[in-house]
């Protein structure tokens, strides 16, 4: 029996969210013009934007496949440490929003709403190695964010900065989780391939 089907549907609300968050950072005034600054900074090559723009702490976490092929056990831990690396941000992020002044109350919802179903669907990982692997021991380890430094800091454009980082990646990520959890589905049940 695949218990995975709560964990499909929550990676599924996890990229609705995401790509809601996403659009909303830059079609709301309260960060628009900040964001559009920063994707003007990216096209002239802006080194710390750049970098911000294109690289996320997840990678470092990221399952490989070779070929096509994989082995469940092995590629569920790493997708649990991949889950798992958007525990801090996400959690840091919804105080620093917390905390900011102008925050669109649908900016900060979206945001709790994500947190609250990353760490369920970590929870909903956890159980399906179990399932999978009764035996199976993880050591959970989850990359640092390196901008959340920025995000802490005094400076709204660093801020936004780390906003930016995290929605870029959040988006290309959910979709990513999603992507390897119905490839999951399909080798443990045989459905839906």
């Known amino acids: 029996m695949y218990g995975g089907r709560g964990a499909i549907q929550r990676a599924e609300t996890l990229c609705n969210l995401a790509d809601q968050l996403y659009v909303e ?23 710390t934007v750049l970098k911000a723009g294109i690289y ?8 490989q ?31 620093e929003l917390s905390a900011m002044e102008g925050v669109p109350e649908t900016i900060l919802c979206k945001v709790k709403d994500l947190e609250e179903n990353n760490r369920q ?3 909903d990982l956890r159980w399906i190695l179990t399932k999978v692997s009764p035996t199976a021991e ?23 900065l780390a906003m930016f980082n995290l929605s870029n990646c959040l ?12 490839i999951f589905k ?8």
Not at 78 to 90: A, D, E, K, Q, R
Request: aromatic share 12%.
């Open 138 to 160: 993880i050591k959970e380890e989850f990359p640092s964010w390196e901008h959340l430094s920025f995000l802490k800091s005094s400076n709204k454009n660093n801020k936004f």
């Open 56 to 63: 996320c702490h997840s990678t470092l976490a990221k399952p």
């Open 121 to 123: 669907l970590l929870d």
């Open 65 to 95: 496949t070779r070929g096509g092929n994989f082995e469940i056990e092995e590629h569920l831990k790493m997708l649990i440490n991949f889950v798992g690396s958007w525990i801090s941000p996400l959690f840091h992020l919804v105080i």
């Open 25 to 47: 950072f830059y079609q709301n005034q309260f960060s628009s013009r900040q964001f559009a600054d920063l994707n003007s900074k990216l096209i002239k090559r802006d080194e």
């Open 186 to 193: 399909c080798l443990i049940t045989g459905k839906d391939c």
């Open 171 to 182: 988006d290309n990520d959910t979709k990513f989780t999603l992507h390897h959890l119905r």
